[in-house]
């Protein structure tokens, strides 16, 4: 969440930037998103979601 929503929220005290203290999150996906064509963006995969320094997510493996 950017600091404007968090503001929005009232949550702007846990949320909203990149301090200590705060709570963040983070995803991993299998591709450069800034180099595809906008038409290819939709088939991106995602591999890894971290909220709150937990793992919450993580994409099985491809055989």
């Known amino acids: 969440m950017t600091i ?3 503001y929005s929220l009232k949550m702007n005290d846990k949320t909203g930037s990149l301090e200590v203290g ?3 999150g983070m995803i ?3 591709r450069n998103i800034t180099n ?3 038409t ?3 088939d991106t995969k995602v ?3 971290m909220v709150g ?3 919450v997510y993580h ?3 491809a055989k």
């Open 28 to 30: 991993v996906i299998n």
């Open 22 to 24: 705060e709570c963040a």
């Open 59 to 61: 994409a099985p493996l």
């Open 53 to 55: 320094g937990r793992q």
């Open 4 to 6: 404007n929503a968090a």
């Open 40 to 42: 290819m963006i939709a």
């Open 36 to 38: 595809l064509a906008p």
């Open 47 to 49: 591999l890894l979601v």
